[in-house]
């Protein structure tokens, strides 16, 4: 391993989440080893600075990020995330996981992601059009329909990818669409897209529970994170006659024993920014989510959130990650010993970028297609996904995690090792 600081990482981030995830997978490359180092070596990364003018005539400044870990296998392909929680680590290990997530999914892309320090919560429809706009022009020589392609995460949506699409468009003087994904529909969006990482998440988490032999219609169902992920699978788990037992968002966390209301929770939270406050069920402490007794679990807020005591404490046969990086190493290992099946974040939330690809694809073509196509093109890459996998993982007797990672990185350092250096 190398002496920059960047490739170790503070012992909690996502980065060292990462490369602990890696380092399980290098026994299992073969010759391919190799060439490993270039997973823990992202290949570009740009730092910019956002001046603001706010709305009241100041003016602020923000840090925004864009990273291109690996582009062996194709363009960057990755999010842009708006948190006050970013960090030019945090955005390094989000990159990492777009790369192993492309190429999980088979998808000819390499991985990046992008970022901003800031609450877009705080901002009128005003600063954050400028913030995204101004953002967009910083890091505008380092993306491009053939170089690197954003799309929404945490705290950025179509509205946003709209923004940036224009904005990308103006400076280089012709309106192109391919430029991001996650597009409104009527400017070249896909049907299907705002849906699909939730549907993803619920497609391979019946395939997982049919394997285990959970029967999904009646099991008890738990969502933390109530976006655009957490409530899209707890409203699919809900329509097959799932219980979703359980609800966790920023604001609250709601538990019902005969299952939520998913519907009528959407319409509420739609209202009021936040589950806080339903009534259609009890209110529980934050921390007592992970305590109680489910089938499934889906953790589909951020990272981080399932440390070794929560994974001591949990209650359940399947985790679905619908976050990226939810699970730390070390509570990997305790679900393992426990029993707990994981999904993980590279294979379950990949709908996302899976129909942001049928997205760039469109836009290239100029030819669009039906939502249902979309949909079933999704769910049979998603079950091809995860049941080459669950194959992958029972022959090597490991994880689906390195399961997933040994498919991917095969895939990505093939790649590597064929185009060979330059110069
Ligand atoms: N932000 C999503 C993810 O983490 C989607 C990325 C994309 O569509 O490019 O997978």
Redesign the pocket.
């Known amino acids: 391993m190398s002496e920059l600081s960047y490739v170790t990482g503070d012992c909690h981030s996502a980065w060292s989440t990462y490369l602990t995830q890696v380092e399980r997978v290098l026994p299992l490359l073969g010759d391919l080893s190799r060439w490993a180092d270039t997973l823990t070596h992202p290949k570009r990364a740009l730092i910019v600075d956002i001046p603001l003018e706010m709305d009241d005539g100041s003016v602020r400044h923000f840090e925004g990020y864009r990273v291109q870990h690996n582009l062996s296998r194709g363009p960057g392909?990755?999010?842009v995330r708006f948190h006050p929680d970013v960090t030019l680590q945090e955005v390094m290990a989000?990159s990492a996981?777009?790369t192993v997530?492309c190429a999980a999914l088979n998808l000819p892309f390499g991985g990046a992601?992008g970022g901003v320090r800031v609450d877009p919560t705080t901002l009128s429809h005003k600063e954050l059009e400028r913030l995204t706009r101004r953002y967009t022009s910083e890091i505008g020589n380092m993306i491009g329909p053939q170089q690197d392609?954003?799309?929404?995460?945490v705290g950025t949506n179509a509205q946003v990818m709209a923004w940036m699409m224009d904005t990308w468009s103006m400076n280089v003087g012709a309106t192109t669409t391919g430029v991001v994904?996650?597009k409104p529909v009527h400017l070249g969006g896909s049907l299907g897209r705002v849906k699909a990482?939730g549907r993803g998440v619920f497609v391979t988490g019946c395939s997982a529970a049919t394997k285990l032999g959970i029967g999904v219609p009646g099991s008890r169902v738990a969502v933390q994170g109530f976006g655009n992920v957490g409530s899209v699978s707890a409203e699919l788990f809900h329509a097959i006659g799932a219980k979703v037992v359980a609800v966790q968002d920023h604001k609250a966390t709601l538990y019902l024993s005969s299952g939520v209301d998913i519907p009528a929770l959407q319409t509420w939270q739609q209202a009021h920014g936040s589950i806080a406050g339903f009534p259609g069920a009890d209110t529980i402490a934050d921390e007592h989510f992970w305590t109680q007794p489910y089938d499934i679990l889906v953790p589909a807020a951020l990272e981080g959130q399932i440390t070794a005591e929560r994974a001591n404490q949990l209650k359940c046969s399947l985790i679905i990650e619908g976050a990226?990086g939810p699970t730390l190493p070390e509570a990997d290992d305790i679900l393992q010993q426990r029993g707990m099946a994981v999904v993980p974040d590279v294979i379950a939330?990949?709908g996302?970028?899976t129909?942001?690809y049928f997205e760039w694809v469109q836009d290239f073509s100029s030819f669009f297609w039906s939502e249902e196509e979309i949909n079933q093109r999704l769910d049979s890459i998603m079950q091809h996904a995860i049941e080459a996998v669950w194959q992958k993982a029972e022959a090597l007797n490991v994880t689906l995690r390195t399961a997933a990672y040994a498919v991917a990185c095969e895939r990505i350092l093939l790649a590597r090792k064929d185009r060979g250096l330059y110069p």
């Open positions: 392909k990755g999010g989000l996981w777009m997530k992601k392609i954003p799309a929404p995460d994904t996650g990482t990226n939330n990949a996302g970028v129909v942001s």
